[in-house]
């Protein structure tokens, strides 16, 4: 609903909105977001959270341009690093946060710090450009209409949806968000539960931090940053609660697009970088406060 | 008005939520000075009547007169300020905070602005020593079982000088020595002109605290009877809408030979020295108080903790469950005595509770098999009886017994050869319990093997067929059916060996 609304308003107010290169712009703008909203949907749902994910895509930005153009890495090649690398930082998160039990939020902030750190050292601040030509599809590319990225997501959303509909582990991702003591004695191994959910996590990020890197063609330090934030605010906005346990991905893809068209639809109407940040701000709060009411709401309605 | 004798009077209320009529109409009058019980089964309205009084709930209609005032609904201030206090049977308890703490929660003893934490603890322990109780209140909440988190809430109540006590089945986890001394402070509230409102699934306390008796059924009250003019069938008959022949049903199946699970010199998680063997089809009830090493034997046996020495064997090998998912593939399961937090997932749905324990086996690649998942959940459903109106319903919309029969019937689909139930009929109506004793006699029938843990004397004396008592981490006794007493089994839990 708020989807439409928003969509009619921007519709209205800005001439360029409607115009096809700009709704196809906007399709391939979201689809970075969107595939690494399914991996922070998942750790949503296991009532942790994922920040280091912004930084993630920065260093395999970096990484990838690096490997390419300083080492002559053939870019299948490099990406495939890149993932490997993406999906054991995802997976070193998710056994801190299980051995050691150490809240998400402070693992995944560590993280996000450091690997950011790691970023500056490789590139040393500089940006790194000069890809081979055939790189440039993945960000840039289309199959007839449709860019090549949103393919790419549309790909992602289906695994998503897959796992959490169909598959035993998927389930497992409710159950322990839902309650972790009742998921242990009810034989779940919850350790591995939370390798997977963080390691998917890093996975996705890095598949978003590639579709990145190919359309801005510059492998720069600043890439990622602050992208942890829009993706925590699509999945949200998309109905996964902060709490756990509870949101599926058909919403979540509601929740994308919504980002997706408020980000467009504030540049078209030449809103400033500043304002955009207070609005975004307000929408990420808003979003975990209506949450949190539908919770509270629940709660007093249950017959005892 | 005249008042008279009557201290609250609750006139024709009406509580309905989505869907279901929680109190259709409800009159009650509670005299002062009594202990007033009212009993039905789950679902009955006892706890939203409750809840009226003491302002958790806002009543769509009817009158709440408390002496002469009247209030068309309460705030839990309000309820406060009118001498309403109340024990649920969920614990509002800050387990990070000391005993004598969470009795002053909120009202902290202050000197200045600084907590007066000497006086706190002085007059905790007054009060505990009225139970004849020596706890420490300097101690945290966390560390105390279920059974003495209960004790500090009732101390709590007690602490605020209350007209009217309203006890939500207050002596569920506690054991009979504890609840004795309860009796007895009961006892001395009423000397002091406190007014009680009893709420509980056991007759005997029924019978033994209670001057007047309310039976509630389907949001109605049904009748108020004097005490000392009825008996158990009467109220049990008037509970149900029909009559129980007898409380534990029979049992005649023959326990075979086969030892199916032996535990040999076993030391770790605070026992000592445990030896004892189970026979396939036998149902073996443990005994003993709160912290005798119940539980923590279970645990042991399930793979929540390892122990330190001994062995476990089970069908005669070896059983080294490192993990509650290896107990499980072992063919052993577990019903835990918490259910809200260790036993449900209570935001999913019946369907999906019932399937969790065993979702890989029904899976192929991954895939989870959905028509064998409903299959195998309407399965356990109608052999259960679980009332629900659909496998969709969220497990915290069901009532205490049908949530207690869901978490069954999640093990039953494990298909385990032993099961252990740890107070399997805690806070579950009369109705309902029989229900369970019934559905573990089926159980047996069908060459299960039964472990049960219960502090109710009558259960525990009723179901076994053989009784192991504990008294801190070791065992004090064994007792075969044709054996079994009350004092001898009682002694045996008292029992303190150095």
């Known amino acids: 609903m708020v989807l439409l609304v928003l969509f009619v308003f921007f519709a209205m107010t800005s001439s360029a909105f409607l115009k096809i290169t700009n709704l196809i712009n906007v399709a391939r703008q979201i689809s970075m977001l969107g595939i690494a909203s399914v991996g922070m949907a998942f750790v949503l749902l296991l009532g942790g959270i994922d920040l280091s994910i912004g930084s993630v895509v920065t260093i395999v930005n970096i990484g990838i341009a690096w490997l390419m153009v300083k080492a002559d890495v053939p870019p299948v090649i490099a990406c495939t690093i890149a993932l490997v690398g993406s999906t054991t930082i995802g997976f070193l998160n998710g056994y801190i946060i299980a051995k050691v039990k150490m809240p998400p939020l402070i693992v995944t902030l560590s993280s996000m710090i450091m690997i950011e750190g790691f970023a500056y050292i490789i590139c040393k601040g500089v940006p790194i450009f000069g890809f081979p030509k055939g790189f440039a599809f993945i960000g840039q590319g289309y199959i007839g209409p449709v860019p090549f990225p949103v393919i790419i997501l549309i790909f992602i959303l289906a695994i998503g949806a897959y796992i959490l509909n169909k598959t035993y582990f998927g389930r497992y991702f409710y159950a322990v968000g839902g309650n972790e003591e009742a998921s242990k004695l009810s034989g779940i191994n919850v350790d591995r539960v939370k390798y997977l959910v963080y390691s998917l996590s890093g996975f996705f990020a890095g598949i978003a931090g590639i579709v990145m890197l190919s359309r801005t063609n510059s492998g720069q330090v600043t890439s990622g940053k602050g992208f942890e934030f829009d993706v925590l605010t699509a999945v949200v906005l998309g109905g996964v609660s902060v709490n756990g346990g509870f949101g599926r991905i058909s919403n979540v893809v509601a929740g994308v697009l919504i980002i997706g068209i408020l980000s467009n639809g504030l540049v078209l109407l030449n809103v400033s970088a500043y304002i955009q940040m207070v609005i975004k701000g307000a929408v990420l709060m808003s979003a975990v406060a209506f949450d949190c009411i539908q919770k509270n709401k629940k709660t007093t309605h249950a017959v005892n | ?429 009369v109705g309902a319990k029989f229900e369970i004793y019934s559905l573990v006699n089926s159980l047996v029938s069908e060459g299960k093997t039964i472990l049960m843990i219960s502090s109710e004397m009558e259960e525990i004396m009723g179901m076994s067929d053989r009784i192991i008592v504990l008294s801190e981490g070791r065992i004090t006794g064994e007792f075969n059916k044709k054996d079994f007493d009350q004092e001898k089994i009682m002694a045996a839990a008292s029992n303190i060996e150095r």
């Open chain 2, 1 to 429: 008005m005249d008042t008279g004798n009557v201290i609250l009077k609750l006139e024709n209320i009406i509580k309905t939520y989505p869907g279901v009529t929680a109190l259709d109409g409800v009159t009650i009058e509670i005299n002062r000075g009594e202990v007033h019980a009212i009993v039905g089964e789950n679902g009955a309205g006892k706890s939203t009547l409750i809840k009226t009084c003491t302002g958790a709930v806002k009543p769509d209609s009817g009158n709440i007169i408390i002496d002469s005032n009247t209030f068309k609904s309460l705030t839990p201030k309000e309820s406060a300020n009118q001498g309403i206090a109340v024990i649920y049977q969920e614990f509002n308890l800050v387990g990070e905070l000391s005993i004598a703490e969470n009795i002053y929660l909120g009202r902290a003893l202050r000197k200045g602005i600084t907590i007066d934490r000497k006086k706190m603890v002085e007059k905790s322990r007054a009060i505990f020593n009225q139970f004849g109780l020596d706890i420490n209140p300097e101690e945290l909440v966390r560390n105390l079982t279920v059974g003495y988190q209960q004790i500090v809430e009732i101390a709590k109540a007690m602490s605020q000088d209350a007209k009217i006590l309203i006890m939500d089945e207050p002596s569920a986890p506690l054991t009979n020595q504890e609840v004795e001394a309860m009796y007895k402070i009961v006892d001395r509230l009423k000397e002091k002109g406190v007014t009680i409102i009893y709420i509980s699934h056991r007759m005997n306390e029924i019978f033994r605290l209670s001057d007047r008796v309310t039976v509630m059924r389907d949001g109605e009250k049904i009748d108020t009877l004097d005490t000392s003019s009825t008996d158990i069938n009467t109220l049990v008959k008037l509970m149900v809408g029909r009559e129980l022949n007898e409380t534990y049903p029979g049992r005649d199946f023959p326990i075979m030979e086969d030892i199916l699970l032996e535990v040999k010199d076993l030391n770790g998680n605070g026992l000592h020295d445990i030896n004892f063997k189970i026979q396939k089809g036998e149902v073996l009830g443990f005994a003993g108080l709160i912290g005798a090493g119940r539980t923590e034997l279970a645990e042991l046996i399930f793979g929540i903790k390892h122990a330190v020495s001994g062995t476990i064997y089970m069908n005669g090998k070896v059983l080294n469950c490192k993990s509650p998912k290896q107990a499980i593939d072992n063919g052993i399961a577990l019903v835990p005595e918490d259910r809200k937090k260790l036993g449900a997932h209570l935001d999913i749905s019946v369907r999906e509770n019932t399937s969790i324990a065993i979702l890989q086996r029904i899976s192929k690649n991954s895939v989870v098999d959905k028509t064998k998942e409903n299959e195998i959940a309407e399965y356990y459903r109608e052999f259960l009886r679980i009332k629900t109106p659909h496998l969709e319903q969220k497990v915290k919309n069901l009532s205490g017994g049908n949530q207690q029969k869901v978490i069954i019937g999640k093990w039953l689909a494990s298909d385990p050869d032993l099961i252990i139930l740890d107070e399997p009929t805690r806070g579950i109506d």
